[in-house]
């Protein structure tokens, strides 16, 4: 069976708001929403084929794109390859253009509504930004909170409070307070026992690759609603996330590291490789910062993590 490539685009308006359309009741997954978009042509790009799909199902010119994610499904009748794009600018006013309804949805609703499975890892794309803080370790807890308060005025949406030392009852009350201080303005996720998962509701949680190892075979330990990400470092470990189902990874490290001196850094070329392989949102960790971010998301990848390059300086 041929994978039928297709384009299709997250479309943010000025309000930061999702376009999404309702397929047709006859088509492939009818009823359902999905992100616009359209077969690839032979003779096209995914620019091409993206930029006229959304000119004659939207009535849209668009103006700024770039890739977000590619997504490889097999249904039982159909198999495809999504390739996912943000645009970010375009001109023209967005209409049903093919009749279909559409909706302006904020990112945080999108879960609400019903999309085909394929979709799944969009929706995740969709909803969060493409960087991710690491904490540094070191600081004692008023300067780590003063650097997180500053980081998320900064504009961080997404952020990992390290527990270098495990199970840390220090870290424990540490993460109370950082809970208290992301609430309503930046996704936090912590480190730790699965044991602690119940204390925390509004966490995310970061699990080590040790403990993906661990516990990859037992299934998602908590629901959907909830974020849950994990260390990876090669395609091993990639299929144990994939696995688990977990929302997305950090893949490390892609370049020489002053944390971790002695890891076999990556490459660009190698990373590459592995995010294509992987049909989740993954984030770039190890020698990398803000700088990286276009190049990471030309590759595939969501974004950057890392941990000197987004701590605000004092």
């Known amino acids: 069976m041929k994978r039928v490539h297709v384009a299709a685009a997250v479309i943010r308006g000025a309000d930061n708001r ?18 616009p978009g359209g077969k690839v042509e032979a003779d096209e790009t995914v620019h091409t084929a993206l930029a006229r799909e959304l000119r004659e199902e939207l009535g849209i010119e668009v103006s700024q794109a770039r890739p977000l994610i590619k997504v490889q499904h097999d249904y039982a009748d159909k198999q495809v390859l999504l390739d996912v794009w943000e645009v970010s600018a375009f001109t023209g006013e967005a209409h049903g253009a093919e009749g279909q309804p559409l909706a302006w949805v904020k990112a945080r609703e999108l879960p609400g509504y019903e999309f085909p499975e394929a979709n799944r890892p969009i929706v995740t794309a969709a909803s969060l930004p493409g960087e991710y803080l690491i904490t540094p370790d070191g600081l004692d807890n008023p ?10 005025a900064g504009g961080i949406k997404l952020l990992q409070l390290r527990a270098p030392n495990g199970y840390d009852p220090q870290y424990r009350d540490l993460a109370v307070d950082a809970v208290g201080l992301c609430a309503g303005k930046a996704q936090l996720m912590l480190k730790g026992p699965l044991e602690w998962l119940g204390d925390f509701p509004s966490a995310g949680w970061h699990l080590t690759s040790a403990q993906l190892r661990k516990y ?6 908590f629901p959907q609603e909830r974020w849950l990400a994990t260390s990876c470092h090669n395609a091993e470990e990639l299929a144990l996330a994939q696995q688990m189902g977990v929302d997305f990874v950090t893949l490390s490290p892609v370049q020489p590291t002053q944390t971790h001196p002695d890891a076999q850094p990556l490459g660009w070329d190698q990373a590459r490789g592995l995010v294509e392989s992987f049909n989740q949102p993954v984030f770039l960790l190890g020698g990398l910062g803000p700088q990286d971010q276009a190049k990471a998301w030309e590759i595939g990848a969501q974004g950057v993590a890392g941990i000197r390059a987004f701590w605000p300086s004092s």
């Open 216 to 221: 990859a075979s037992k299934g998602r330990p």
């Open 18 to 35: 999702i376009l999404i359309a309702r397929r047709g009741d006859t088509q492939h997954q009818g009823g359902l929403w999905e992100f």
């Open 143 to 152: 300067t780590l909170l003063r650097g997180m308060q500053k980081a998320i």
